[in-house]
């Protein structure tokens, strides 16, 4: 079984969106380049970083579990 850091989870993009509040400023946690870092709060007990991609359209993204 791989350790949590190694795991990798696929969501819908409405998930992200509402886990991040729709992406909103107050979700930032970090700015590199043309990529934001949003914290997403899927419940009290589920929290990740999402990476979102630079290409909107393809609506690809990275998510790290905390």
Same mark, same amino acid.
């Given at each position: 079984?791989?350790?949590?850091?190694?795991?990798?989870?696929?969501?819908?993009?409405?998930?992200?969106?509402?886990?991040? &509040?729709?992406?909103?400023?107050?979700?930032?946690?970090?700015?590199?380049?043309?990529?934001?870092?949003?914290?997403? &709060?899927?419940?009290?007990?589920?929290?990740?970083?999402?990476?979102?991609?630079?290409?909107?359209?393809?609506?690809?993204?990275?998510?790290?579990?905390?």
């Amino acid at each position: 079984m791989a350790d949590k850091k190694s795991s990798v989870a696929i969501f819908e993009y409405q998930m992200l969106e509402a886990a991040t &509040n729709s992406f909103s400023t107050s979700s930032i946690i970090r700015e590199s380049g043309s990529r934001i870092i949003y914290r997403a &709060n899927f419940d009290e007990h589920f929290q990740a970083a999402v990476k979102k991609a630079d290409s909107d359209a393809d609506k690809e993204f990275e998510v790290i579990v905390l």
